[in-house]
């Protein structure tokens, strides 16, 4: 079916793509507006793709004329929650002289970190750059010249409230079901009201339907093969949908959350692969080499591995693929890429597949023949006009490809074009039944129609399959029915500035905030890290104090916490080979016994998180910090140091500490009323 999809929710100003799903490039689609506000101008394009920017709140119904009939797709566009704000660089804080800069990029999130189209103004003193933007803090890189020799990063923080949450459930009353809707308001917000929606794709109509406040009444009758039924919490911004889905066979009906993570996700333990580098300073590492290893992973305990791209690539690093299809040949054939998942599920351990599908390699025979102008190839990637082009390329077609940053190399797919999605759908596919996930790079650069069109597809035939978002920083849209998992960019800034010694390590509870704040609900599953193949080591910015400071952070808050290869045995190079013969085993063993206490106790992997107030002698007290994890009638004592002098802790009120053992160490780290503390320390609380 072509239908496009579940209602979308934006504020106005902010632009949506709505595509067929299914798409046949052979076919001809065609919008059209059937109601719109009485205040809209509106109107749509006649291609198959189009972008609808709402310019007054209100509802937006738009038709689709596809091949196997017409299709409805409800638009709700809620009032602009932006305000206009300004960027600041101080030209004394630069290392460069004002009279030779020709040309500044502003670029963040608010412009998809698309170098050319934000310029500043220079007053003297300092560069400024206004933009439009929510409320929150956000940032902004000043690249001088265009290029990232010479940069600055700035931020500001627009007053506000953050996102108000919702969670949709349902029960059965006799022949009725009742859906509720459990409104929360925005940590500094007003309480919501809450609007439902049916969704298009469905036989439920408004007619079938009684609402009484927060809860919707509809008839097991009316409920088909598959029923949705979606709601916003609205106040002074809208946040997040939910969304419900109802399956009818007989007289049975089951309930469920088509957003929700796998059960499995949330107790998962991550090893990231930088593919390349994993087999060691002689040994050219392939599928093989990497198989041979597999002991080690189980060593360690992880129980699902994230490998960097395999496809076939010109580069180290495997992000620019020239086929989507087929393996690197320096790794090995596809037949060893396959033994080696089906030796790492042999011991339990699941295969997270990097899907690149927002760019490919300039020397992607597709790009090739694009610029060459082939027929066939000329809407495969964006276009930019020549006055956008701010690289020194004289690229051969009209203007210049998109792409972000200055990724000159990689130039980004045309995700307007029918013949790109058919193409990227195919390469899901063709990857999907292999593994059991996929961590999505550059998710935030894909249109979330076409996220939420892989997710659909993918959930039917492979329910527990998981699906990571690479949004940095981290962007709540991506949980509406796309995807299970997200970055805790939030948690990975406080770590980095605790272990810098530019923020005290109760930061660490901020950053948990954060989550509320952005309008996340608390069944979010978020990744908890220190470092990745994109990020400096930690252990080289921060010092191996901080360090297991912070790994034990990532282990023993809710979430899923990952291990970038080498960062368990004292790898200080972003993608340095892996350290076998030197590495450092101690720091090994420490992850190890991380690994098996999350795995043995239910309250780090769930449950509440609780700071507890406490006084420190012997250390700097900014650098502790201690929290209670529970769940149900368990409660575990997390107690963190990142500085380098070891810490005695003692606490306000009733905690016995007599027989104060670590569940990490094991060893007993209690003296009278106060405990010992080198790194962390987790204790069992009576």
């Known amino acids: 079916m072509h ?9 106005v100003g902010d632009a949506v793509e709505l595509a067929p799903r299914n798409p046949d490039a052979a076919e001809t689609f065609r919008w059209k507006l059937v109601e719109q506000p009485e205040e809209s101008g509106l109107t749509v394009g ?5 972008h609808l920017e709402p310019d007054a709140p209100g509802i937006y119904r738009l038709e689709l004329d596809a091949p196997d009939g017409p299709h409805r797709q409800t638009v709700r566009a809620f009032p602009d929650p932006r305000q206009t704000a300004a960027f600041r660089v101080e030209a004394s804080d630069v290392a460069v002289d004002p009279d030779s800069v020709e040309n500044i990029s502003v670029i963040g999130p608010f412009n998809d970190f698309t170098m050319g189209l934000t310029r500043p103004t220079f007053d003297g003193e300092a560069w400024t750059a206004t933009a439009t933007l929510p409320p929150g803090t956000h940032d902004a890189i000043f690249a001088f010249d265009d290029d990232f020799d010479t940069f600055a990063t700035t931020e500001v923080t627009v007053e506000g409230p953050g996102r108000p949450r919702l969670r949709l459930d349902a029960v059965r009353e006799g022949d009725e079901l009742i859906v509720s809707a459990d409104a929360t308001a925005a940590p500094d917000g007003h309480d919501p009201t809450v609007e439902f929606y049916l969704d298009d794709r469905d036989e439920l109509t408004i007619e079938d339907v009684s609402r009484a406040g927060d809860e919707l009444r509809l008839p097991v009758a009316a409920v088909s ?3 949705r039924i979606h709601a916003v919490p609205v106040a002074e911004r809208h946040g997040l949908s939910d969304t419900l889905e109802l399956s009818a066979e007989g007289t049975d009906v089951t309930v469920s959350h088509p957003a929700d993570a796998p059960e499995w996700v949330e107790d998962a333990i991550v090893y990231q692969i930088f593919v390349r580098e994993f087999a060691g300073e002689t040994v050219d590492t392939t599928f093989e080499e990497i198989e041979r290893r597999v002991p080690y992973l189980e060593h360690l305990g992880v129980d699902t591995v994230w490998l960097t791209p395999v496809c076939k690539s010109p580069t180290h690093h495997g992000y620019h693929i020239t086929d989507l299809f087929d393996t690197a040949d320096d790794l090995g054939t596809r037949a060893a890429f396959e033994s080696l998942v089906d030796r790492l599920h042999e011991s339990g351990i699941r295969v997270v597949f990097d899907l690149v599908i927002n760019h490919t390699s300039r020397d992607h025979p597709a790009y090739q023949l694009h610029e060459a102008g082939v027929e066939g190839y000329e809407d495969l990637y964006e276009r930019v006009s020549d006055g956008r082009n701010v690289s020194d390329i004289d690229w051969s077609a009209d203007g210049a490809p998109g792409v972000y ?10 995700y307007d074009s029918l013949r790109v999605r058919e193409w990227m ?7 999907a039944p292999l593994v059991d996930g996929f961590r999505c790079d550059v998710a935030w650069g894909v249109p979330h129609g076409f996220w939420k069109e892989v997710r659909a597809r993918l959930k039917r035939e492979y329910p527990d399959f998981l699906l990571l978002d690479e949004t940095v920083p981290r962007r709540p849209a991506f949980r509406e029915n796309e995807f299970d998992l997200h970055y805790d960019t939030d948690l990975y800034d406080a770590l980095r500035d605790i272990g810098n010694g530019e923020k005290s390590a109760t930061a660490i509870f901020d950053a948990l905030d954060a989550s509320a704040r952005l309008g996340y609900p608390d069944e979010a599953v978020h990744m908890r890290y220190v470092e990745n193949h994109d990020e400096d080591r930690y252990l080289d910015e921060c010092g191996a104090d901080a360090l297991r400071a912070a790994v034990a952070v990532t282990f023993t808050l809710p979430g899923t916490p990952l ?18 013969h030197d590495g450092d085993d101690d720091l090994t063993d420490f992850h190890r016994r991380l690994v098996g206490l999350r795995q043995s106790e239910p309250a780090l992997r769930s449950g ?4 507890v107030s406490c006084s420190v002698s012997g250390a700097d007290a900014s650098t502790v910090v201690a929290y209670e994890r529970t769940a149900g ?31 990490i160490s094991t060893a007993n780290v209690g003296s009278n009323e106060s405990i010992h503390i080198t790194d962390a320390v987790v204790l069992r609380l009576d």
């Open 3 to 11: 239908h496009p999809g579940p209602p979308r929710f934006v504020h």
């Open 405 to 414: 940053f200055n990724w000159w190399q990689i130039p980004n797919l045309n």
């Open 46 to 50: 006649d291609g198959a793709v189009v």
């Open 425 to 431: 759908l195919d390469v899901v596919d063709e990857w």
């Open 225 to 227: 093969e598959t029923t």
């Open 633 to 663: 009638d368990d409660s575990l004592l997390v107690v963190v140091n990142f500085g380098a002098d070891d810490a005695t802790v003692s606490f306000d009120g009733e905690v016995d500490l007599s027989a104060a053992t670590d569940l």
């Open 563 to 580: 291990i970038y290869y080498g960062q368990e045995r004292g790898v200080t190079e972003q993608r340095g080979t892996m350290r076998w």
């Open 608 to 611: 509440s998180v609780e700071p």
